[in-house]
Antibody
Framework: EVQLVETGGGLIQPGGSLRLSCEVSGLRVNDYYMHWVRQAPGKGLEWVSVIYSGDYTYYTASVKGRFTISRDISKNTLFLQMNNLRADDTAMYYC????????????WGLGTLVTVSS | SSELTQDPAVSVALGQTVRITCQGDTLRTYYANWYQQKPGQAPMLLIYGKNSRPPGIPDRFSGSVSGNTASLTIIGAQADDEADYHCNSRGDISGNPVFGGGTRLTVL
């Protein structure tokens, strides 16, 4: 079965760090463009980061310099290292597989909740 | 601008047709994609590209675009269609994905 399963979320104090994982099953994590998308409570979806072939990475402006996307081919897993967390990083974080040229996401995980609060 | 704008809420009578819109300059260049999200669930792809549906998505759902406005049309709205609907596209400046703010659909 093709699926994405995120883990690693939790309650963290401002300034702290978390590493999110997205375990990929049924396909190879390095064969696709893989993204992180987040959703603050009661808000819309916000694109966070992407890792392309050749390990090119891009980030939304608000997380640049604080978040790092990576993948481990041997573990077939996508990661998001989040440092210097802020209250406005509080959100459900989804990993998502890009489906094609029109930048659509055809496979989503269930998400992992990150709460940044003192 | 890479922003996409959606109406926060739309309602439709059971069995009627509803159109949910997504506006943004980037839609003059790139197609909009549409997702359905029910409470407590992850988004699910409904429409991508010009007007393609993933397997299992009924043809009651369709997409179109005119100028800088993309539309998701639902024919014969059902109670189960009550959900949040999100559009996304590629940002015309950054080239990175962008999302609209989402539209909550209520089926009356």
């Amino acid at each position: 079965e093709v699926q994405l399963v995120e883990t690693g979320g939790g309650l963290i104090q401002p300034g702290g760090s978390l590493r999110l994982s997205c375990e990929v099953s049924g396909l190879r994590v390095n064969d696709y463009y893989m993204h992180w998308v987040r959703q603050a409570p009661g808000k819309g979806l916000e694109w966070v980061s992407v890792i392309y072939s050749g390990d090119y990475t891009y980030y939304t402006a608000s997380v640049k310099g604080r978040f790092t996307i990576s993948r481990d081919i041997s573990k077939n897993t996508l990661f998001l290292q989040m440092n210097n967390l802020r209250a406005d990083d509080t959100a459900m974080y989804y990993c998502a597989k890009e489906g094609g040229n029109d930048t659509f996401f055809d496979l989503w995980g269930l998400g992992t909740l990150v709460t940044v609060s003192s | 601008s890479s922003e996409l704008t959606q109406d926060p809420a739309v309602s439709v009578a059971l069995g009627q047709t509803v159109r949910i819109t997504c506006q943004g300059d980037t839609l003059r260049t790139y197609y909009a994609n549409w997702y359905q999200q029910k409470p407590g669930q992850a988004p699910m792809l409904l429409i991508y590209g010009k007007n393609s549906r993933p397997p299992g998505i009924p043809d009651r759902f369709s997409g179109s675009v005119s100028g800088n406005t993309a539309s998701l049309t639902i024919i014969g709205a059902q109670a189960d269609d009550e959900a949040d609907y999100h559009c996304n596209s590629r940002g015309d400046i950054s080239g990175n994905p962008v999302f609209g703010g989402g539209t909550r659909l209520t089926v009356l």
